[in-house]
């Protein structure tokens, strides 16, 4: 089924999912990208090594440039993970230092919450329950809906009990309220 022209075409089975409140929705930088205006990941990247001065003389910069490079060779971009310059800040910053940065690069004032507030929409079951993963660090669905609960590592849901998972999971961490100070958050793999 297509909601709109040129949409994308949801399957049946997926909808009555849905409906039936048997969906988890994951959400990645593009709600927060598509109307409030926040940087993807690779995006975060640059500049948070932007904010903390970098210089050209320093293997996260050369990197940086390569995964540029490759990008305009081949038109594909990701071929060089954000999250391995985040592993290389970490042998030159102190890591509260970079979540500094990440908190200060996703501040933004005023910013456009129609996106979060439709994700929150689509993830709400019929009994109310809400079901929304984020990998994002920034707190727009909080601010979309301050009422619901929040979880982020260590503390996680328990997926054996249906019911627990209710709100907003931050699957890799969240940064502090009014993007100050820091909150343990996962930047890299390593």
Not at 104 to 124: C, F, G, Q, V
Request: proline share 6%; with cysteine.
């Amino acid at each position: 089924m297509k909601f709109i022209d040129n949409g994308p075409s949801i399957p049946d089975e997926l909808l009555l999912a849905r409906d039936q409140g048997r969906v988890v929705f994951f959400c990645g930088a593009g709600a927060s990208l598509a109307k409030a205006g926040l940087p993807d990941f690779f995006g975060l990247t640059e500049k948070v090594i932007k904010s903390l001065g970098v210089t050209s003389e320093s293997p996260v910069h050369k990197v940086l440039e390569q995964a540029w490079q490759v990008q305009e060779e081949t038109g594909v971009s990701g071929l060089i993970s954000a999250d391995r310059l985040f592993g290389l800040l970490e042998r030159e910053f102190y890591r509260t230092d970079i979540e500094n940065a990440v908190a200060e690069a996703l501040k933004s004032d005023n910013p456009d919450l129609t996106a979060h507030r439709i994700m929150i929409d689509l993830a709400t079951t019929p009994t109310n329950l809400v079901r929304l993963v984020t990998t994002n660090f920034d707190r727009l669905f909080n601010d979309s809906d301050p009422t619901l609960k929040s979880w982020q590592p260590p503390t996680l849901p328990d997926l054996s009990r249906p019911k627990d998972l209710n709100g907003i999971v931050y699957l890799h961490g969240r940064v502090s309220e009014g993007y100050l100070g820091r909150r343990r958050i996962v930047l890299n793999n390593d």
